[in-house]
């Protein structure tokens, strides 16, 4: 007899809107919803009145960066954060050691995210300038999607050549699988710092004036344009500004396929935490003016972004430090993969009015698509994994970096009000996670299941 857990008195959080319903879980599936729940045996009963119930987290856009020496993240650390903020699933980049760009190397991160996840996670593959031979190879390990930079990223990581992008583009068509960018124009952004460093400017706002508005609309721009010459499914990442989504909007309309994603750090932060926050906030692309921030409210509201990811990327203390009188010193990129579902619940929720389907769609249902995991992900349908957030709406918290349980304990969200908080994280029926005044985790290292793009439709 497998167990049977039943949630009632809660909200749930369906893409159709708020359901006032309890939801009973018979060992890993989501098996009924009913008005009275207290007519099912059940071996836990999990009260939640006045709470909400939500799909978990299906974050498509995280770095734990494994493996990798030395470590910054990692699948264990990431997942207690990722579990602690709400999500279940993750779809973890290609950033590695080395970059995961061909099938050996996807094959060591399964291996090494099966042994260390608790989260269940699928796996980007980089685009490179490797090669056609070498996406098939990750294509057959597993991989849900092909990443490039249009800007250098790395040594590692260089920009892909026009020439890659088209091809690589081309080249999915037959697997209908996203080609995910990064969309900034490497030229352009390159000249931005030599520019700002010429003139001896070192201080938080040059990060964000060396590549401002136009150097990530011109790639956006350029993304479209090959995806509408092939036929191929453009997943524009981060995208940060409302020409960049006025673009995706006509394309979308004229049927070109281009899916926009979007990040808390965008949605919530503009320039004036640049400034207070310096090595702490700088990130590609950089972090917008407050005037942006409110534009691309409209494009959230209006349906174009139909993702919102956490982009998390957790350096240390001290190399984020390192760029304190320096901005050019500091890497790119922010923490926040246990942030970002409060954060955004708050400001969709409480402060704009949206809905609590919305949320859900943007957080859950929609990567989950996108991906290959609906509807065992990011729903609560029956018969979908009984992966769950559940959220205490009118808890008021304060963030702060010593609560954070990822492995470098900072955050840019650092001292910010966040009103709702996520109480308890179930991931396949197993509570992993539950708050009640302190943390508490249940996981065990390497519960996470390794997903490909058929997952969704799998009966087992
Ligand atoms: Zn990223």
Excluded at 174 to 193: C, F, K, S, T, V
Excluded at 314 to 342: C, F, H, N, R
Excluded at 345 to 373: H, W, Y
Aim: proline share 5%.
């Amino acid at each position: 007899m497998e167990k049977r857990t039943v949630i009632r008195g809660g909200v749930l959080g369906m893409e159709t809107g708020p359901l006032r319903a309890d939801l009973v879980i018979d060992g890993d599936r989501i098996s009924a919803i009913t008005l009275d729940g207290s007519e099912y045996d059940a071996d836990e009963v999990i009260d939640a009145s006045g709470k909400f119930v939500v799909p978990a987290g299906v974050d498509v856009h995280t770095h734990f960066k494994e493996p990798a020496e030395p470590l910054t993240e990692g699948f264990y650390t990431g997942s207690l954060g990722a579990i602690a903020g709400g999500i279940g699933t993750v779809v973890e980049m290609p950033q590695a050691t080395p970059t995961s760009s061909e099938g050996a190397h996807i094959k060591e991160k399964i291996k090494v995210g099966s042994a260390e996840s608790i989260v269940d996670f699928g796996l980007w593959g980089a685009a490179i300038n490797q090669g056609l031979d070498k996406i098939d190879e990750m294509i057959d390990a597993g991989v849900v999607g092909i990443k490039s930079f249009m800007a250098g990223s790395s040594p590692g990581f260089p920009a892909a050549t026009d020439t890659t992008l088209f091809e690589v583009f081309t080249h999915l068509t037959q697997y209908g699988i996203p080609y995910g960018l990064h969309a900034e124009n490497d030229q352009m952004l390159l000249e931005g710092i030599r520019r700002m460093q010429a003139a001896g400017r070192k201080d938080p706002l040059a990060h964000a004036e060396s590549r401002p508005p136009v150097v990530e609309e011109e790639a956006i721009n350029r993304a479209i344009f090959f995806a509408e010459q092939t036929g191929g499914q453009a997943y524009i990442c981060h995208t940060t500004t409302a020409r960049g989504f006025e673009m995706i909007r006509a394309a979308q309309d004229r049927g070109v396929n281009v899916f926009g994603e979007t990040c808390p750090q965008y949605l919530v932060l503009d320039e004036d935490d640049l400034v207070a926050l310096g090595p702490f906030a700088r990130c590609a692309p950089a972090i917008r003016s407050r005037e942006e921030v409110e534009q691309l409210w409209d494009y959230v509201a209006d349906g174009t972004v139909d993702v919102i990811s956490s982009d998390h990327c957790g350096y240390t203390i001290e190399s984020k430090e390192a760029g304190l009188d320096d901005i050019w010193q500091a890497p790119l990129g922010l923490s926040g993969v246990q942030t970002m579902y409060p954060s955004v619940f708050d400001e969709m929720l409480n402060k704009r009015g949206l809905e609590i389907s919305d949320f859900v769609r943007l957080t859950a249902a929609n990567p989950a698509r996108i991906f290959g995991f609906y509807p065992r992900k990011g729903s609560l349908m029956i018969g979908s994994d009984a992966d769950i957030a559940i959220y205490d709406p009118d808890d008021l918290w304060t963030v702060t970096g010593d609560e954070m349980l990822h492995r470098n304990k900072w955050t840019p969200m650092e001292g910010r009000e966040i009103q709702g908080r996520v109480v308890r994280t179930i991931i396949r029926g197993n509570t992993v996670y539950t708050f009640d005044g302190e943390p508490k985790i249940f996981a065990e290292r390497g519960s996470g299941r390794f997903l490909t793009r058929d997952y969704g439709m799998l009966g087992e």
